[in-house]
């Protein structure tokens, strides 16, 4: 019988949107190794060495350092849900779309929610964060990277304020780990989560996560269950440690998936990986600002990783994205909430961060804009980056 449905076939996409990024072929081939079982030795040793890694990447010594069978939402879900109980007050700190879907989180685990907040497109201040934690929050969490607006939040004046009044420090790395520091040991950080598919280079799936020593007995000393069987740490760590016990069948496919992007990310060097990241969001920057484009993000503050750029006066969002996605198969992210319609956002995450993506982007752009009829000087972009290139390889 003549089967009726297609071979997957998909376009290939040079993926320079805010997640997921490209792909290293050697991520893709590991997840084409063959299975074993979840309790197999084998499959445990890979467990090890993946846990071993996470935690060079994070910067830590936590020993519950993991990643969670889910996508980087199961990680904001898993930090809430298991140190947040009805009536808690918690303060999260709000600059961006996914500041606000911490705090829909938290509510639905029954937190009592309190703010600080900034503009989109704006860190948020120590200040601001000191006139809110007057409210004695039990937590204090904020976005490191806010993917909606291209901001890099320092957190260690942050932390400093949370310590100081006995608050959890709760951060969100989805979009800044591999792509910038994270120093989770240095910074005091209690619970940390991050996504698999951003500057970590592997297909969306997992999400990383680490938790203090205190954050864990705060968790076992709960005085009502984790409301989540599936995300419960206090189960998830006894097959995670060494007692092995079962909980949910691991995704073993994408654990070897993981395992070989963190392989990646540690041949490279650490140093190396945020140099790049940063060299090449500079340059990007350099180049967009060359042609006349607005950059959105705070100036000092942006992330490497992640550049929100203003839609020019006239210019058709969906229609350049269109003729990117047809014509050159660049796929660029349109924005969301506030920013929506406004800017784009280039992410430059993990393989995807490369010269080659950031001079064809400028010069695919370039010849766009122009047909569109946005006035700037042609060539002026990939000029512009061309040299920012020589000059910071000097």
């Not at 109980?85 to 509510?107: S, T, Y």
């Not at 600002?289 to 990783?305: F, K």
């Amino acid at each position: 019988m003549e089967n009726p449905y297609k071979e997957l076939k998909p376009s290939t996409r040079i993926l320079m949107g805010p997640g997921p990024s490209n792909v290293d072929p050697r991520v893709l081939k590991a997840m084409a190794t063959p299975l074993v079982g979840h309790l197999d030795p084998d499959f445990l040793e890979i467990m090890n060495e993946t846990m071993d890694m996470l935690k060079l990447l994070f910067q830590t010594r936590n020993l519950l350092t993991i990643p969670i069978s889910g996508t980087g939402s199961s990680g904001m879900e898993a930090a809430f849900c298991n140190v947040v109980e009805k009536g808690d007050r918690v303060l999260i700190c709000v600059n961006g779309l996914f500041g606000q879907r911490m705090c829909d989180v938290a509510e639905r685990c029954g937190a009592e929610v309190i703010t600080a907040n900034a503009n989109w497109g704006y860190i948020i201040t120590p200040e601001k964060v000191k006139e809110a934690i007057r409210e004695k929050p039990k937590i204090v969490a904020i976005v490191h990277a806010e993917t909606s607006t291209g901001i890099l939040q320092p957190l260690e004046e942050i932390k400093q304020i949370a310590k100081e009044n006995g608050a959890l420090f709760l951060v969100d790395t989805v979009t800044s780990l591999a792509g910038a520091p994270v120093k989770v040991d240095d910074w005091d950080i209690d619970i940390c989560y991050s996504g698999t598919q951003k500057c970590l280079s592997c297909p969306p799936g997992l999400a990383p996560i680490t938790f203090s020593d205190i954050a864990m007995n705060v968790i076992r000393n709960r005085k009502s269950k984790v409301q989540s069987w599936y995300l419960d740490m206090t189960m998830i760590e006894r097959y995670w440690g060494s007692e092995r016990f079962y909980h949910h069948t691991a995704p073993v496919s994408m654990i070897y998936a993981f395992h070989e992007a963190l392989r990646i990310i540690h041949e490279e060097g650490l140093e190396n990986r945020f140099r790049r990241h940063k060299m090449n969001g500079l340059a990007l920057k350099s180049g967009l600002e060359s042609m006349g484009l607005r950059l959105i993000a705070q100036d000092d503050y942006r992330a490497p990783m992640l550049t929100t750029v203003g839609i020019p006066e006239g210019i058709d969002d969906v229609k350049v994205r269109k003729r990117l996605l047809n014509n050159y198969y660049i796929e660029l992210g349109g924005s969301l909430g506030e920013f929506k319609g406004k800017s784009w956002r280039v992410g430059l995450m993990g393989h995807s961060s490369t010269k080659q993506n950031v001079l064809f982007l400028l010069s695919a752009l370039d010849n766009i804009l122009a047909e569109e009829g946005y006035k700037f000087e042609r060539g002026a972009g990939v000029d512009a980056a061309s040299c920012f290139y020589e000059s910071f390889e000097k």
